[in-house]
């Protein structure tokens, strides 16, 4: 759970890597893992939470041995905010701001955002 902008980053990344170790990743899978972990939970800060600092981002992480894939699901409240809508990447005055988001597309299989009872919802597929 991410509830401040301060994070323990290098915490996050630790825990990630263990979860990586324990399903037999290896360590390339391992870094992409974090790095869309981290990418997307800086999206929702600047999304979901702006000028807010009242975060609070559920992060759950899953892999199924059956197609050897992890699934991230970002979860939180805050105001709507779909991270992969085209809309939003092409008004931005500050298109260096979404190259996490590229980075998350380029390396997943699937994405999808939702958004009901006030909570916003991302599901990773890599």
Request: aromatic share 12%.
């Amino acid at each position: 759970q991410i509830n401040k902008r301060n994070f323990d980053l290098i915490h996050l990344q630790g825990e990630i890597q263990t979860f990586a170790c324990k399903y037999g990743l290896s360590d390339l899978e391992s870094y992409r893992l974090q790095i869309c972990v981290e990418e997307m939970i800086y999206e929702l800060m600047n999304g979901c939470f702006a000028n807010n600092n009242n975060i609070n981002i559920d992060v759950d992480i899953s892999y199924y041995e059956n197609d050897a894939s992890c699934r991230m699901k970002f979860t939180c409240k805050g105001k709507k905010f779909n991270p992969f809508d085209e809309n939003l990447q092409q008004n931005d005055d500050e298109n260096l701001e979404h190259l996490g988001l590229a980075i998350i597309k380029g390396k997943s299989k699937t994405y999808n955002y939702i958004f009901h009872d006030d909570i916003n919802e991302v599901d990773i597929e890599l």
